[in-house]
T-cell receptor
Framework: ETGVTQTPRHLVMGMTNKKSLKCEQH?????MYWYKQSAKKPLELMFV???????ENNSVPSRFSPECPNSSHLFLHLHTLQPEDSALYLC??????????????FGEGSWLTVV | DQQVKQNSPSLSVQEGRISILNCDYT??????FLWYKKYPAEGPTFLIS?????DKNEDGRFTVFLNKSAKHLSLHIVPSQPGDSAVYFC????????????FGTGTQLKVEL
């Protein structure tokens, strides 16, 4: 158990669907992240939230919409996705943002397939 | 531009021997380096880290070495065990860049009996 829980673990959605990925961290951390891992590519940072405020948006298309209602929960709302958006989406958390030597802890990921 | 590179996509080692995984970086601003281990269908698990003020950090069977002048770090696993078979990612960040980790593409380690 990693302390960062993601649901669902697997999701298949059509291009016209709206769905959400959910993340919860039980580590008392103040920063949360969404990463994307596509085949044969390095992990890509999508969004960063610190104390429930978005501090980074890494040029992510608007069809991905994050939400952080509190420091323990993070959502990624998905709508009108494309097949190339199929990937492993990883949530992560850390004690803080911008702190030297701060380690990021990942959840187990949500496998998304867009058909 | 790939700022963190793992040039070996795979490595095969016999059980009990040493595994050495390598990572090179280009950004001299990086001052914190981490290694993660990833099993299929799971998220990366933090393994070990090192600050740029050190050149070595050890935790049990795992040791990370940092050579700042060469912009190179390595992870040594000794002795290697079959359960170590996984993909290993190195990552780097710099103060002032938040925790924006830049990851390498990973090295698949296979420990054979």
């Amino acid at each position: 158990e990693t302390g960062v829980t993601q649901t669902p673990r697997h999701l298949v959605m059509g291009m016209t669907n709206k769905k959400s990925l959910k993340c919860e961290q039980h580590l008392g951390h103040n920063a949360m992240y969404w990463y994307k891992q596509s085949a044969k590519k390095p992990l890509e940072l999508m969004f960063v939230y610190s104390l429930e405020e978005r501090v980074e948006n890494n040029s992510v298309p608007s069809r991905f919409s994050p939400e952080c209602p509190n420091s323990s929960h993070l959502f990624l709302h998905l709508h009108t996705l494309q097949p190339e958006d199929s990937a492993l989406y990883l949530c992560a958390s850390s004690k803080g943002y911008g702190v030297v030597g701060n380690t990021i802890y990942f959840g187990e990921g949500s496998w998304l397939t867009v058909v | 531009d790939q700022q963190v590179k793992q040039n070996s996509p795979s490595l095969s080692v016999q059980e009990g021997r040493i595994s050495i995984l390598n990572c090179d970086y280009t950004n001299s601003m990086f001052d914190y380096f981490l290694w993660y281990k990833k099993y299929p269908a799971e998220g990366p698990t933090f393994l070990i880290s090192i600050s740029s003020i050190k050149d070595k950090n050890e935790d049990g069977r795992f040791t990370v070495f940092l050579n700042k002048s060469a912009k190179h770090l390595s992870l040594h696993i000794v002795p290697s065990q079959p359960g170590d078979s996984a993909v290993y990612f190195c990552a780097a960040s710099h103060t002032g860049g938040g925790n924006k980790l830049t990851f390498g593409t990973g090295t698949q380690l296979k420990v054979e009996l």
